[in-house]
């Protein structure tokens, strides 16, 4: 069996969530091995996965709406590895974050077709799992998007 693909607000946007990537982007008509970020609700697991650099735990730990992408050999054998740290904090990171501690982790990625807008038909089509809470589901702003290789650090998006 598949894993399960989940759609639910996040504390940015609408996304799909699931334990494998290659779903995600075959769902989105994405190339199948196209990196996907990965999401995940405590800094214990965040540290499990990959090193942060000294001169960035602070930034990493406070940071709200941003994704970090740490570049180097980490634990999953990947080049560079996108993270997104959701902790419970404020009242938009609770839903989510309450949802992402069931797992290790979960790839996520926005709720659309590859380059194309929001579509409540078709993220409600492609999806196995519809979580819904106060926010209901709708396409606001990603979040922002920093590289961190060492003591650098470098806005992407």
């Avoid at 106060?134 to 992407?156: C, D, E, G, H, T």
Wanted: net charge positive; aromatic share 8%; glycine share 4%.
């Amino acid at each position: 069996m598949e894993a399960p693909i989940f759609l639910a607000q996040s504390d940015t946007t609408a996304g799909f969530l699931c334990e494998n990537f290659n779903v995600l982007n075959h769902i989105k008509g994405r190339n199948v091995k196209q990196n996907v970020l990965l999401t995940l609700e405590s800094l214990e697991k965040l540290k499990k996965l990959v090193r942060v650099p000294n001169a960035h735990k602070n930034r990493v730990r406070r940071s709200q709406k941003k994704t970090f992408v740490y570049k180097g050999r980490n634990v999953k054998g990947i080049e560079s590895l996108a993270i997104r740290l959701v902790p419970k904090g404020i009242r938009e990171k609770v839903e989510h974050s309450n949802l992402l501690a069931f797992f290790p982790f979960l790839y996520s990625s926005s709720a659309n077709a590859h380059k194309a807008e929001f579509d409540l038909d078709f993220a409600l089509e492609k999806a196995d799992i519809v979580v819904l809470d106060w926010r209901f589901l709708s396409a606001q702003k990603p979040s922002k998007m920093y590289k961190i290789v060492n003591a650098r650090i470098r806005k992407i998006r």
